[in-house]
């Protein structure tokens, strides 16, 4: 005989327990798994907080900054590089040279270190094929001609400078020295004929007195124009990439090279618009080079004037 079972409690406690499981289960597992979640963020926080305070307090400077610092491409094993300096004019001369065949070029040499420069060339075993004018300086006499003396290298200017040279280059020219080579690109302002020279190669280029650093050259005389270099600048200089290593033709406070990123971020003068750019130039108020009336004349042939007996 089956038993006259009494479903009405099963029923009661069916109706108390199932909304428990349905709802108030899943719900208590969520609220466990927020718990959770928030614990690990404080806990991920906390860690953080350690790290900056162990950095010290610039610490977050740091951090913030590091996305703008610049890494300049490496030079190739083959490239030689020296930086010369003249303190009277304050002028930079560069030997360039390529290990491979042994050939080098000085770039803006200074008729009084002409010789200094030549025993370089000799020190490092190299043979000086040109010496590179970045245009007709007007505060010192190149050491174009007495180095042609001397070496027998061949002279180089822009055809636009009217200087006299063995070589005179163009825009896009190369000056090739064994396995290396100079991109000539027209930067005229400071003067008419001013270029800059660029390797691509080593990341690398030659400004003159187009732009210096954190400056650029005066436009007040020898043809200068502060909109034409303005516009030489953005489209030649700045156009190269970020890293790319300048080197000026001066420098009146004792760096000695810069970067196009650097440039284009800093530069007092050329980061202005072009209106701004054109007053502060105007505004200038320099004294003329010391050396102006010597040096003009000496540089139209390119320095062949006046050389030291030997
Ligand atoms: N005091 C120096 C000449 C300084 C000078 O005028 N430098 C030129 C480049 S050489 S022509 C220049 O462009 N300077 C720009 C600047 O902002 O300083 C001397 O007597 O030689």
């Given at each position: ?188 302002g400071h003067t008419?004929?001013c ?13 003159g007195d187009a732009l210096l650093?954190?400056?650029c050259g005066r436009t007040?005389?020898?043809?200068g124009?502060?909109?034409?270099l ?19 033709a ?61």
């Open positions: 005989m089956i038993p006259d079972t009494d479903y009405s409690t099963t029923v009661k406690a069916y109706k108390i327990w199932m909304p428990m499981i349905t709802y108030c289960f899943p719900i208590s597992i969520t609220l466990h798994r927020i718990r959770r979640h928030r614990s690990i963020m404080l806990i991920q926080s906390l860690k953080v907080i350690r790290r900056v305070l162990s950095r010290g307090p610039n610490s977050i400077q740091l951090r913030n900054t590091m996305s703008t610092v610049t890494r300049f491409q490496p030079c190739t094993q083959n490239f030689i590089f020296r930086q010369l300096f003249d303190a009277t004019s304050s002028t930079y001369t560069y030997l360039l040279g390529d290990a491979d065949s042994a050939e080098c070029i000085l770039i803006d040499p200074v008729v009084e270190h002409a010789k200094r420069d030549f025993q370089l060339t000799k020190d490092l075993n190299l043979k000086l094929v040109y010496a590179v004018n970045t245009h007709m300086h007007a505060d010192h006499i190149t050491g174009t001609g007495y180095l042609k003396k001397l070496s027998g290298c061949k002279s180089v200017i822009s055809r636009q400078s009217g200087a006299q040279a063995d070589v005179l280059i163009e825009e896009n020219d190369f000056i090739t020295f064994g396995n290396q080579r100079l991109k000539v690109l027209s930067t005229p008419n004929g270029c800059s020279y660029y390797s691509e190669q080593q990341g690398i280029a030659f400004t650093i954190r400056g007040d005389f020898q043809e124009n502060s909109e034409t303005y516009r030489s600048v953005h489209d030649k200089i700045f156009t190269l990439p970020d890293n790319t290593r300048l080197y000026p001066h420098d009146y406070k004792g760096l000695m090279v810069t970067s196009v990123d650097e440039e284009k971020r800093l530069n007092p003068r050329l980061t202005k618009t072009m209106e701004e750019f054109v007053k502060i130039m105007d505004n200038l108020n320099l004294a003329y080079p010391a050396q102006i009336d010597k040096a003009l004349p000496a540089n139209k042939v390119c320095g062949l004037y006046d050389i030291p007996p030997e």
